[in-house]
């Protein structure tokens, strides 16, 4: 039977599952902290306008990591080449932002022709980088997103989008201080009328530049998540419910 998800346990990489040579990733890559925020110190969290950032001393601090693991291979040759497009990627949607044209025209350069393997390397970081955030959280490990993050898919189950971050803008304006970087955290979409889950979403911000990314999934993936992950699913339409402002219901069975 295809396994559309598997639990995620505390001490195993939450992209293969191994319990071997566990190590670090970081939430915002140590390279970006450099070139945004040089040796200074830098404050981190999600700004969602209720939870504090956290003072980083440097761009390694532990603040910037996420606690959920990844083994040494997961960690290192699954997902280099990964690591290092998006980088390349990254500089380039930078640049066009600052010229004043759109960032996500990055696609249009040649490189990142559509399936070819520069393009799906750059959504192989962002769906490793959901990955986490999703376990981060209690989540379930969902193959789908972690098997195309390990190379061992091409079908890309990343939806991205790429724009000025508003949040930089009321940052900037109320500090003057232009160096910014920040992740959204998880959410999850629920429907409105069925409350079936329909997609996980995060975001990461460098300096004024926003990427926001999410995995979509239909009724066999919302069914498993709810059936086999009650906890995690139960929590999330509870969040959910009280973002919309409304009364829990009783539509949860
Ligand atoms: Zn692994």
Same mark, same amino acid.
């Given at each position: *039977?295809?396994?559309?998800s598997? &639990?995620?346990?505390?001490?195993?990489?939450? =992209?293969?599952?191994?319990?071997?040579?566990?190590?670090?990733? +970081?939430k &915002?890559?140590? %390279?970006t902290?450099?070139? =945004?925020?040089?040796?200074?110190? *830098?404050? &981190?969290?999600?700004?969602?306008?209720?939870?504090?950032?956290? =003072?980083a001393?440097?761009?390694?601090?532990?603040?910037?990591?996420?606690?959920v693991?990844?083994?040494g291979?997961?960690?290192?040759?699954?997902?280099q080449?990964?690591?290092?497009?998006?980088?390349?990627f #990254?500089?380039l !949607?930078?640049?066009?932002?600052?010229?004043?044209?759109?960032?996500?025209s990055?696609?249009?350069?040649?490189r990142?022709?559509?399936?070819?393997?520069?393009?799906?390397?750059?959504?192989?970081?962002?769906?490793?980088?959901?990955?986490?955030?999703i !376990?981060?959280?209690g989540? $379930?490990?969902l193959?789908? @997103?972690?098997?195309?993050?390990?190379?061992?898919s091409? *079908?890309?189950?990343?939806? @991205?989008?790429?724009?000025?971050? $508003? #949040?930089?803008?009321?940052?900037?304006?109320?500090?003057? #201080?232009?160096?910014?970087?920040?992740?959204?955290?998880?959410?999850? #979409?629920?429907?409105?009328?069925?409350?079936?889950p329909? !997609? &996980?979403?995060?975001?990461?911000? +460098?300096?004024?530049?926003?990427?926001?990314?999410?995995v979509?999934?239909g009724?066999?993936?919302? @069914?498993?998540?709810?059936l086999?992950?009650p906890?995690?699913?139960?929590?999330s339409?509870?969040?959910?419910?009280?973002?919309?402002?409304?009364?829990?219901?009783?539509?949860? %069975?």
């Open positions: *039977m295809l396994r559309f598997e &639990i995620n346990v505390t001490d195993r990489c939450c =992209l293969c599952g191994s319990a071997d040579d566990l190590t670090g990733e +970081h &915002i890559k140590a %390279t902290l450099r070139s =945004l925020f040089g040796n200074e110190t *830098m404050m &981190i969290g999600h700004f969602n306008g209720t939870s504090r950032p956290r =003072l001393q440097s761009a390694t601090s532990k603040a910037v990591h996420f606690r693991r990844l083994c291979p997961c960690n290192s040759t699954r997902t080449a990964a690591d290092v497009e998006f980088a390349r #990254d500089d !949607a930078r640049r066009l932002q600052c010229e004043g044209a759109d960032p996500a990055a696609f249009d350069d040649p990142y022709a559509v399936g070819s393997a520069a393009y799906l390397n750059v959504f192989r970081y962002l769906a490793k980088l959901l990955a986490c955030h !376990a981060e959280v989540g $379930p490990r193959r789908a @997103l972690t098997d195309f993050a390990l190379s061992r091409d *079908m890309n189950v990343v939806r @991205l989008s790429i724009n000025a971050d $508003p #949040d930089f803008q009321r940052w900037f304006e109320a500090t003057g #201080d232009p160096q910014f970087a920040g992740h959204g955290g998880l959410g999850i #979409d629920f429907s409105r009328s069925t409350r079936r329909k !997609a &996980i979403y995060t975001s990461l911000s +460098h300096g004024p530049l926003r990427y926001r990314f999410s979509a999934f009724f066999g993936v919302a @069914l498993a998540l709810r086999l992950h906890e995690f699913y139960q929590r339409l509870a969040s959910f419910e009280a973002a919309l402002g409304v009364e829990r219901g009783s539509n949860l %069975t």
